[in-house]
């Protein structure tokens, strides 16, 4: 299934966090935070004229930012380019 995000949105892919901490102490799933980090996979064309993001970029975006939807079993986040703080 193909997602064309519109207006000025953006739709991200969440990177996981590790699930232990550099010790090795296991964090459980109920005790960690989402991540607000993730992979563009693809932009609105009104993204593509500013060249602010490209799709491939690591992002690091607003903590309450963005709607999820799912899409072919996986979790994507479609966000507004305002919600993004920073490209990595």
Do not use: C, H, Q, W
Request: no cysteine; hydrophobic share 40%; glycine share 10%.
């Amino acid at each position: 299934m193909t997602f064309k995000p519109l207006g000025k949105r953006v739709l991200l892919e969440r990177i996981e966090e590790p699930t232990t901490t550099a010790s090795g102490i296991i964090i459980p799933d109920n005790a960690k935070e989402k991540p607000l980090s993730g992979i563009v996979k693809a932009i609105s064309k009104e993204v593509k004229e500013d060249g602010v993001v490209e799709k491939g970029d690591k992002v690091i975006f607003a903590k309450y930012a963005g709607t999820e939807i799912t899409m072919d079993g996986k979790t994507y986040l479609v966000i507004n380019i305002d919600d993004v703080l920073g490209v990595l």
